[in-house]
């Protein structure tokens, strides 16, 4: 993992159970001008539950999305989420240079829940306080046979990976570049996905937890199917929001809400746990991203649920773009979908 703020951008591909996503941007004198971007959409049966299960669908996926982008795309960034990857912040003196290294990697070896031997170990120095002399530092593990399933998978898309991040801090690295983090206000970046929901917490204007929980729109894609009676393709347009008047909204409300109550209750209790650990009584507000924040009716149900503020990110707030870009598609109402990429293709390689 590099999160080093000087370098190159390369390409961020997010490889998601509904969608592969690419972003590309150029970076010129501090601002971001989006040079390539496209998604597209797979089979729901080719990754399920982060778990690959139709390589070849996807290297053709892939490979699909790189010539519709740019056929001279060779370096991406990619992120791992869910089961096979761990986030955990320790508090330890302050140290710099290779004995920080030493003793970063001495006190991960401690925690991690995962045998050395098989996980990769990553870390990033989140805050260094003078006055203590403690620094914050977030450790990042990854199961290695899982890590490797993605490498090969983009080696043999005929791609160079050269940079590995989690989707919990790509989500962060995306709002951090499009909005002014306001420290009075404790935020949940929540990316809702087909088979996962990244949860990242800031507190006090930093970074504080990130939790992944393994429920998203998937469940909602089924009970459309068998509500209405559709086939995969048009259950997905209803998810989309394109089946218009065709399509009960009553229902459709109906649906999305008695389906969403797993997800409701994973976001429940991700947030009590980040409230008792930050030893907060209340959250602010929630910006959500991913797929699930353009499902019809499911950003409002989550507010309304969870009785706090929701807001729809846009992750090219502050990025230039031609809009002739997104050829038919209307910015604004994919833009949450490019989240994760965007937080990614933002990041530098050196
Ligand atoms: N315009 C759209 N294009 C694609 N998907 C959309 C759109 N609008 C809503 N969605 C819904 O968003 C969901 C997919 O979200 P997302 O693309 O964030 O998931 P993913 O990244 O593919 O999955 P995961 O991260 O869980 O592996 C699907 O249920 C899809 O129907
Ligand atoms: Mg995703």
């Given amino acids: 993992m590099a999160l080093g703020k000087k370098g190159r951008t390369v390409a961020g591909l997010d490889i998601g159970a509904n969608?592969?996503?690419?972003?590309?941007?150029?970076?010129?004198?501090?601002?971001?001008?989006?040079?390539?971007?496209?998604?597209?959409?797979?089979?729901?049966?080719?990754?399920?539950?982060?778990?690959?299960?139709?390589?070849?669908?996807?290297?053709?996926?892939?490979?699909?999305?790189?010539?519709?982008?740019?056929?001279?795309?060779k370096d991406v960034a990619l992120a791992v989420a869910g089961h096979g990857v761990l986030n955990d912040k320790i508090t330890m003196d302050k140290k710099t240079g290779n004995e920080a290294e030493q003793a970063i990697l001495f006190e991960a070896e401690q925690r991690s829940p995962f045998d050395v031997d098989d996980v990769s170990l990553d870390y990033h120095v989140i805050k260094v306080n003078e006055e203590t002399s403690k620094m914050d530092v977030l450790l990042v593990a990854a199961r290695k046979?899982?890590?490797?399933?993605?490498?090969?998978?983009?080696?043999?898309?005929?791609l160079r990976p050269v940079l590995v991040d989690t989707e919990a801090l790509a989500l962060l690295n995306a709002y951090e570049i499009n909005y002014e983090i306001n420290p009075e206000k404790v935020t949940a970046l929540v990316n809702l996905g087909f088979d996962t929901t990244n949860l990242t917490?800031?507190?006090?204007g930093v970074y504080h937890s990130a939790r992944d929980i393994s429920s998203g729109a998937r469940m909602l894609y089924e009970s459309i199917m068998k509500e209405f009676r559709l086939n995969p393709e048009l259950a997905l347009k209803t998810l989309k929001g394109e089946m218009g008047s065709s399509i009960d909204q009553d229902m459709l409300k109906a649906t999305v809400v008695t389906s969403s109550e797993e997800l409701i209750s994973?976001?429940?209790?991700?947030?009590?746990?980040?409230?008792?650990?930050?030893?907060?009584?209340?959250?602010?507000?929630?910006?959500?991203?991913?797929?699930?924040?353009?499902?019809?009716?499911?950003?409002?149900?989550?507010?309304?649920?969870l009785n706090i503020t929701v807001e729809i990110i846009n992750p090219l707030r502050n990025i230039e773009y031609d809009p002739d870009i997104f050829r038919q598609a209307q910015p604004e109402k994919i833009a949450p979908l490019l989240t994760i990429a965007v937080g990614l293709a933002a990041r530098k390689v050196k």
């Fill in 19 to 73: 969608s592969i996503k690419l972003v590309k941007f150029e970076e010129k004198g501090g601002a971001y001008i989006l040079k390539a971007l496209g998604i597209k959409e797979i089979s729901p049966d080719a990754i399920v539950d982060e778990e690959i299960k139709d390589r070849d669908a996807l290297i053709y996926g892939i490979q699909s999305l790189i010539d519709q982008c740019d056929p001279r795309i």
């Fill in 145 to 158: 046979d899982f890590l490797k399933s993605y490498l090969d998978l983009i080696l043999d898309a005929g």
């Fill in 201 to 204: 917490f800031i507190k006090d």
């Fill in 266 to 305: 994973g976001l429940e209790v991700a947030i009590s746990y980040f409230k008792s650990s930050a030893k907060i009584s209340n959250l602010d507000w929630i910006v959500l991203s991913g797929g699930g924040a353009l499902i019809p009716f499911l950003p409002e149900f989550i507010q309304s649920k």
